[in-house]
């Protein structure tokens, strides 16, 4: 099933946009694959992207750790603009049992779950997410919010950054609007994505339609919004744009959605970091450092 | 074989992930307690008060609320009982000898008792007290704008702050206070209040007094206000950086 590529140390190095000679592969590697492969290089990703790429890496790794840490300072989300607290859609806390004992419990929507060990009593104590989960690891509040709002200014800023560029450049429009004929194979891109059968050759050259949306989503839907629920939780940017509870349902609503969108980050760098070591691991880390991307054409002269 | 080399560099992969992300765990705790790495984060204070600053207008009013969205249970958090001898006394006797003296950096420095302030105009105002933990509770407070009272007491043009000392000591004896840029103070919902719902403060919301300042977080609200202290430099002023949570590592800036 999977048909990885192989490490490109089996590749010799061709000249820079253009086609390398074929190479033999050994049979016992990959007895799948035609002993006559072609290997083009190419420029995958321009420095801008890779930049702004890797300042998201801390970025997004700090945002959500310290998150959670200030998340644990009050571990219950609700809807609208107060906190009754009788009524919480989901909150994270240490119980005591009729036995004495502590366990974790999550409730969710008022069905409780024992999550001992994880959420709600980890390591002997009581907090929400476990000291692994969060920056700093200790309860540190200050300090939780300290990292959080340093950072969210670096990924602000970086944001804008990377979107002003993908649009300029017209890397959007490019690489990242799907096209007609990409919607239309929706429905088998998401089979072949199922089956773990990834575009190969001439089609593994640019983004298939699932990349496509799913990098369009995070970068004008998914970032955004997280960044917007962010800023509603200000009171004084609610005093200077008021319609932001207005859209997000309240400043406790908001804060639910910030959470909601901080486990959809999860969920993204998850698949994405799945992907990219099913797609050829050092292939794609090489083409996000160095910006070049090899590609093997099983056919030789069937492609241009 | 392929599968198995496949799986093997996968589960490779995922122990260097899984090592990485440890390491750079223990390198946050550990640049957390350097003694120069907050000093840098820090630094996101400044801008976010001076970009929030230049995009709110200083006459925006904060969210104000209908009597339906009154919180049925609003929470007092910090010290909920000041228990000190002499509050004990002043509260037995309703609070009637209860002064706030506004002094410093003033040209007519002022103490006003509790009865002459009941009897200055009034504003009131249903907002949203958000905590810094998180929670968020609707409370109708009534009270004196504090731009009233400056209006008396004429800060002198080097005033800076508003230092607010109040009552209140915590276990280790620590007094509470707060501070707050002047121009601040002039803010309409910025106000001085003595009832929360209709009634007179209770002891645990911060009876007598307590200030309103809606445009930021619950522990700039500083309660059991005795004295407003206009100065030019909050340093020397207890801890240095100008409120008792402040002092322990909360932006002074709380506007988010």
């Known amino acids: 099933m999977l048909q990885q590529l192989e490490a490109p140390d089996h590749v010799t190095e061709g000249k820079i946009g253009s086609m390398a000679a074929p190479v033999s592969m050994r049979q016992e590697a990959s007895p799948a694959i035609p002993s006559a492969v072609r290997v083009e290089r190419i420029y995958r990703h321009r420095l801008p992207v890779r930049i702004s790429h890797w300042l998201n890496v801390p970025c997004l790794f700090i945002l959500i750790m310290s998150g959670l840490q200030i998340f644990n300072a009050h571990p219950a989300l609700y809807w609208g603009d107060r906190s009754d607290r009788d009524k919480p859609l989901l909150s994270i806390r240490p119980m005591r049992t009729e036995s004495g004992e502590v366990k974790g419990i999550t409730t969710i929507l008022g069905h409780q779950f024992d999550t001992t060990g994880v959420l709600g009593y980890s390591n002997n104590s009581g907090r929400a997410f476990p000291a692994?989960?969060?920056?700093?690891?200790?309860?540190?509040?200050?300090?939780?919010?300290?990292?959080?709002?340093?950072?969210?200014?670096?990924?602000?800023?970086?944001?804008?950054?990377?979107?002003?560029?993908?649009?300029?450049?017209?890397?959007?429009?490019?690489?990242?609007?799907?096209?007609?004929?990409?919607?239309?194979?929706?429905?088998?891109?998401?089979?072949?994505?199922?089956?773990?059968?990834h575009p190969k050759g001439e089609e593994a050259k640019r983004y298939n339609v699932l990349q496509k949306i799913a990098y369009l989503g995070v970068i004008f839907g998914l970032a955004p919004l997280i960044v917007l629920t962010g800023l509603t939780m200000s009171p004084t940017i609610d005093t200077a744009f008021p319609w932001l509870l207005t859209i997000f349902g309240g400043r406790q609503a908001a804060r639910t959605i910030h959470f909601i969108a901080c486990f959809s980050f999860v969920g993204f760098i998850v698949i994405h970091l799945s992907q990219v070591i099913l797609t050829g691991f050092f292939n794609n880390m090489r083409s996000m450092v160095t910006g070049w991307f090899i590609v093997k054409h099983e056919h030789e002269g069937v492609q241009s | 074989m392929k599968h198995e080399r496949a799986m093997?560099?996968?589960?490779?992969?995922?122990?260097?992930?899984?090592?990485?992300?440890?390491?750079?765990?223990?390198?946050?705790?550990?640049?957390?307690?350097?003694?120069?790495?907050?000093?840098?984060?820090?630094?996101?204070?400044?801008?976010?008060?001076?970009?929030?600053?230049?995009?709110?207008?200083?006459?925006?009013?904060?969210?104000?609320?209908s009597e339906a969205d009154i919180s049925s249970i609003f929470p007092a958090n910090g010290n909920t009982d000041p228990s000190t001898q002499t509050y004990v006394e002043r509260a037995g006797q309703n609070f009637e000898a209860w002064e706030v003296k506004i002094d410093g950096l003033v040209r007519t420095p002022i103490s006003f008792s509790l009865a002459a302030l009941?009897?200055?105009?009034?504003?009131?105002?249903?907002?949203?007290?958000?905590?810094?933990?998180?929670?968020?509770?609707?409370?109708?407070?009534?009270?004196?704008?504090?731009?009233?009272?400056?209006?008396?007491?004429?800060?002198?043009?080097n005033a800076k702050y508003a230092v607010f000392h109040c009552a209140d000591v915590d276990d280790e004896g620590i007094a509470y206070y707060e501070s707050m840029a002047v121009q601040d103070l002039y803010h309409p919902q910025t106000i001085?209040?003595?009832?929360?719902?209709?009634?007179?403060?209770?002891?645990?919301?911060?009876?007598?007094?307590?200030?309103?300042?809606?445009?930021?977080?619950?522990?700039?609200?500083?309660?059991?206000?005795?004295?407003?202290?206009?100065?030019?430099?909050?340093?020397?002023?207890?801890?240095?950086?100008?409120?008792y949570w402040e002092d322990q590592g909360y932006e002074w800036y709380a506007g988010i």
């Open chain 2, 8 to 65: 093997k560099r996968r589960q490779f992969l995922k122990g260097t992930l899984g090592a990485a992300s440890l390491v750079a765990l223990a390198g946050c705790d550990n640049l957390t307690q350097s003694s120069w790495f907050p000093g840098i984060l820090n630094k996101a204070e400044k801008l976010t008060d001076l970009v929030q600053r230049a995009i709110t207008p200083t006459t925006a009013l904060a969210k104000e609320y």
């Open chain 1, 132 to 197: 692994w989960a969060t920056v700093p690891s200790t309860r540190w509040l200050a300090m939780g919010r300290q990292w959080h709002l340093f950072f969210a200014w670096v990924f602000v800023i970086n944001g804008l950054l990377f979107a002003a560029y993908a649009v300029i450049s017209r890397h959007v429009k490019r690489d990242l609007l799907p096209t007609g004929r990409d919607l239309r194979q929706i429905g088998q891109a998401v089979k072949d994505h199922i089956a773990l059968h």
């Open chain 2, 118 to 157: 009941k009897e200055m105009p009034a504003r009131t105002q249903i907002t949203r007290h958000d905590c810094v933990e998180g929670w968020s509770a609707i409370g109708k407070w009534t009270g004196v704008p504090l731009g009233d009272l400056m209006h008396k007491v004429q800060p002198l043009p």
């Open chain 2, 192 to 243: 001085l209040a003595y009832e929360l719902n209709g009634d007179p403060l209770d002891i645990p919301h911060g009876a007598p007094l307590r200030l309103r300042f809606e445009r930021q977080l619950g522990y700039k609200q500083a309660k059991y206000v005795e004295r407003i202290e206009l100065v030019e430099s909050l340093a020397g002023i207890r801890g240095g950086k100008g409120g």
